[in-house]
């Protein structure tokens, strides 16, 4: 379709003006695809203002005629309640039917509607069953579902063996909920041998694409030289950005750092707003930390029945 072309540049320079004009074409004449872009750019607001109501109605007179992508992103936006009231049966049937047509990411989702209870009874079986299909097609979030599921015998008897081999399949793809966990199994052998190197390896791609838990491990990595040179500018660099995040563990440890001056100038005021950012999150080093500061007065005036 000539406004697919122009949206992503597939063999004519890229131009959403001209790919909005030509998928409006395309949805006056009925054409699927057509009300598939035309949805999925009002959700994201390119080349129009972003109308989930509009998406909504798009993604629907698509799905009824069985575009598959339409009734996954229907489903979607009804899961999370985006731009529209969340409705979990209606998630469900949607995802349902477009994991019935073949689609392999409703295929992980379905499995993920099965495993919580959303939408649908709670069923470990089936959610096995439709993560299984999922990971024949390569999808890589079926993947790792199906290695969790297989690390703790959700649906299935627990075998570390075979959550390692699905969750280095999801890894290899790039999902980073799994390279996190490989990371964990590389760190404890759990299903593989102890290698701090490939723990540090995993840590670190989960860590480049945001993964909050990888940052901390990453940095403790360079804080105590696990599986690479000790590096504490690293380890700062990496536990900065998982406390901007407001990962409790990341901010309790910044906390220290702060207050002694390691690998950043010391700060008593940034200490005690780091170990009072993690102590709301109910972090309990955290909030012995923050007893201290208000009991000697670091970054904050003495309160010693506020320590108590």
């Not at 998928?23 to 006056?28: D, G, K, S, Y």
């Not at 701090?196 to 791609?205: G, N, Q, T």
């Not at 950012?277 to 904050?300: E, H, S």
């Amino acid at each position: 379709m000539l406004g697919y072309c122009y949206m992503h540049g597939f063999g004519v320079a890229q131009n959403i003006e001209e790919s909005m004009k030509w998928t409006r074409m395309a949805v006056e004449q009925g054409d699927s695809l057509g009300q598939f872009i035309l949805a999925y750019s009002y959700s994201l607001g390119v080349g129009v203002d972003k109308d989930f109501n509009e998406a909504e109605k798009y993604f629907k007179a698509a799905a009824q005629q069985g575009d598959e992508q339409s009734m996954r992103s229907l489903g979607i936006l009804y899961l999370q309640g985006m731009g529209v009231a969340q409705n979990l049966r209606e998630a469900f049937k949607y995802i349902e039917s477009a994991a019935q047509c073949g689609d392999e990411q409703a295929q992980g989702l379905l499995g993920y509607l099965y495993l919580n209870g959303l939408g649908v009874e709670k069923d470990l079986n089936k959610a096995v069953k439709w993560f299984k299909i999922g990971s024949e097609r390569n999808d890589s979030e079926s993947q790792y579902n199906l290695g969790i599921c297989y690390s703790n015998g959700l649906g299935v008897e627990k075998n570390l063996d075979e959550a390692f081999k699905y969750l280095t399949l999801a890894a290899e793809q790039g999902n980073a909920d799994a390279q996190y966990n490989l990371g964990i199994c590389y760190y404890k052998g759990e299903g593989v041998n102890r290698d701090l190197k490939k723990a540090y390896k995993y840590f670190k791609l989960a860590a480049k694409q945001g993964d909050a838990q990888s940052q901390y491990n990453l940095g403790m990595h360079y804080y105590k030289g696990l599986g690479i040179r000790k590096n504490i500018k690293e380890a700062v660099k990496w536990l900065k950005a998982a406390a901007k995040q407001g990962y409790p563990s990341a901010l309790n440890k910044l906390g220290f750092y702060y207050s002694i001056g390691l690998g950043v100038e010391k700060n008593l005021k940034e200490s005690y707003k780091c170990f009072k950012l993690a102590a709301k999150q109910k972090d309990p080093d955290a909030q012995y930390n923050l007893a201290i500061c208000y009991y000697n007065g670091y970054g904050v005036k003495k309160k010693h029945q506020r320590s108590i």
